[in-house]
């Protein structure tokens, strides 16, 4: 059996996160969604939920790092990857330098809220950034959840 | 009676932030305590719990706006203040953007882990930020724990 390429792998476990978004869209949620992996294992899988938890913190990002942490008995997810379909926000990003991941994978970018933008040096030294993966399926899902909210 | 200063009034709140701190101190955690103040009430107390829950985001801050949108059923904290006895972090910073608070309030600077080194404009333009209340004594507590660690 043919080894997948790095690429091939972060288009498989993003569309994990993609599903994670579209069900976050069907709870009328902004429609992103997580899914967190430790070798090659989906460890966490989460979506956006702060319409339904009134709860400004229940990103898609945090409750994968949460969820992942409370799967590994530890707070570090240091040889995990968190693919997320849209480029965190400054208090995601924040999380992410916390729990040390090793790599994070996203797809659209934000450029109103991602944390490029506002802190561009707060994750850790040592995380690893790839961005763009799937990112026109993760921006499509986005326009189309704002544009029916107009 | 006699009024009480904004600074009278942000000391009494900061010393029910420090007894948080101290409940933080007493489990082992690194402490850190916060308060949550709508309209001269105390609507949610909260102090970091990172280890006893295995989880990074577990920050005092994000615990207190958490229970405070519980409370108040909504997820803008728009008429809100929050104490806090150290500078947020990066994340915190995110989280008291997302809620839009009115106000936030801090005793001691971090100056390794402040958001306001990382990023200093995460928080709302509209959200007014006072620092150095009690700072001595939030200072103390923090280096107490050090300390001991050691």
Redesign the interface.
């Known amino acids: 059996m043919e080894e997948k390429s790095q690429q091939q792998q972060d288009e498989q476990f993003m569309r994990l996160a993609l599903i994670e978004a579209r069900q976050a869209m069907d709870e009328d949620e902004i429609p992103i969604g997580a899914v967190v992996v430790c070798k090659g294992q989906v460890i966490a899988r989460a979506h956006n939920l702060?319409?339904r938890l009134?709860?400004?913190?229940a990103h898609a990002e945090?409750q994968a790092?949460?969820a992942a942490?409370?799967y590994l008995?530890?707070?570090?997810l240091t040889e995990c990857t968190l693919y997320v379909t849209v480029e965190p926000?400054?208090?995601?990003?924040?999380?992410i330098?916390?729990?040390q991941l090793a790599r994070i994978v996203y797809g659209a970018d934000d450029e109103k809220r991602g944390f490029r933008r506002?802190?561009p040096?707060?994750l850790h030294p040592r995380t690893n950034i790839q961005d763009g993966i799937l990112a026109e399926e993760c921006a499509a899902l986005m326009r189309e959840f704002f544009q029916k909210k107009r």
Chains 1, 2 share one sequence.
């Open positions: 702060t319409e009134t709860d400004v913190t945090m790092i949460t942490s409370a008995g530890g707070k570090y926000c400054v208090m995601c990003a924040g999380a330098a916390w729990a506002y802190a040096t707060a």
